[in-house]
């Protein structure tokens, strides 16, 4: 089991030193070079051929990735062309952003999946399941633009409870800044947690129907009891892992949503700096969002490793 | 899988809701087939009206920021959506069957390397890979397309691999082997037409997740360059000048989660009618 878990490390690791690569090789592809953008207009022959000299950029692509991945490696990330300054304190502070955004988001996700998921496993057949799973396909198809969109035309643009930007800089104190985040937050709750539910409510139905909870109630044993003790641990487990590939999904999630809120996160971000081709961010920012979902989809993969039964005892 | 055990529940009927779905969905391609029949104003005309014009029998879904009429823009861009929908999603199921066909029969190290391949490129997140290659080599139609069947190809892969992997060792496979058929013959003959189901189902689930990643990617405005008639950039032109009018916005937003929901509906009635997983699992 443990060689198990760690080879799937090892891939990751491997998995991502591949991708930098790639991510290299396409930021390479941007039409014109960094001398030529961070000069503009005022660029001249000869301050063109100073500054390539000067960033390096006669030499090679590979010694070029070489030197940029130690550099990297080393939490170096060299300085942004557009705003002059360093690319970790830029992206850092914009990740921060992102980090709170992502905090509500699990906080309104946990709770609601949870219950949700519960709830229409018990009613399952009745009104309320119906009800519930009509949302559920409604937040599993419609895109989250759209539903970023319908939520800031209702709430900020025709009612005015919520600010249609989600300008959290500007945001004094934590109510402030749980106001702006609000609408945000909502758009990316809502496509997360109809997976989770959907997914909590096939599991619990399978559990409920088993054996060993029809003999908890045949034991007659609370109704409360059987649902919390006996059924909702067994259909945990697989929630963990669905909640592990949500988080994965965020890290997409956020570019197209943050977009639509123009929330200073690391998303808006990477297509801010995509459209000014300011590329030592767009490798910073996107290698971020990479590990992060390659490191979400190895705990969902551990986790599933871990929850199966045939492979307990496996060397 | 038992492919016995699905052979012989044959003809389920397809679930009413399903039903309702495809004729949604037959409404929509037929439609879009017949635009100019149905749209009273050309995609691209201005000044057919004043700007932001609110609903009238003259403008449906009232004006646009040009004057443009809504609905007809709506009804144009139908069109690009389910072309480039269709076509990536297509390629990607070509691509992507054939490559899992051939892994799955071949195993060993071949399918190793072949896997951890595809786990590399499934490994970034989809949507920034899609921006990157499209930022570096231009926007448009078709590079949108093969750039969206290029992501895809892989998860179509891996599941008709996974579902391969399931008949691979029946009789009639060795049988074909020991016939001497080469594996291009065996992938073709004897197992494309046993998991059939699974890549018309997967063919069916991706469309829809193109539909939105699409969207999403015009919407980002790394689509098609304007003034196409495409929804999600009409909802990005739109969403500038929420204030003055929401119908430039809404009327293509409800149009394209109208279509997401048919589509998935129907995909998931379809896969209960042959016997297969749903859509249950995580849009990537």
Redesign the interface.
Known sequence: MARLILSRVA??LI??L??SL??FW??E???GDAATRILGRDATPQSLAVLRQKLQLNLPAATRYLHWLTAALHGDFGRSLVADRSVLDYVWGRAVNTLGLAAFVLALYTPLSLGLGLWTAVARGRAADHLVSTFV??G???????IG??L??IFA?TLGWFP?LALIDQAHGFFEALHVLFLPAITLTAAMTA?AV??MR?NLIDVLDSGYVQMARLKGLPRRRVLLHHALPNAIAPALN?TA??I??L??GI??VE??FNFPGLGRL??DS??L?DVPV?LAA?LL??VV??LC?LLADIASLLLNPKLRGVA | MNVAKSRSVRALPLPPVAAVAAVVLIGIVVVSLTGPLWAPYGPAALGDGDPFEAPSFAHLFGTDNLGRDVFSRVVYGSRPVLVMATASTGLAVIIGAAIGLLLAYWRGWADELGMRALDIVMSIPPLILALLIISALGNSGVLVVLTVAFLFAPRVARVVRAATLAIVTEDYVTAAIARGETALGIAARELLPNVAGTVFVEFSIRTGYAIVFIGALSFLGFGAPPPAPEWGLMINEGYSNINASFWPVMAPAATMAALVIAVNLFTEGLARMIGQRGVSGLRE
């Not at chain 1, 599993?140 to 759209?146: A, L």
């Open positions: 891939l990751a998995t991502l591949v991708v790639i991510l396409c930021v592809w941007l039409p396909i409604f599993m198809c419609v895109p989250e633009f759209v969109i319908v800031t035309t643009v249609p997976y959907r997914m096939e669905v590939l949500n994965a999904w890290m997409g570019v197209v977009t639509v990477l297509v995509i459209s081709k767009i996107s969002l990479t979902y390659v989809n």
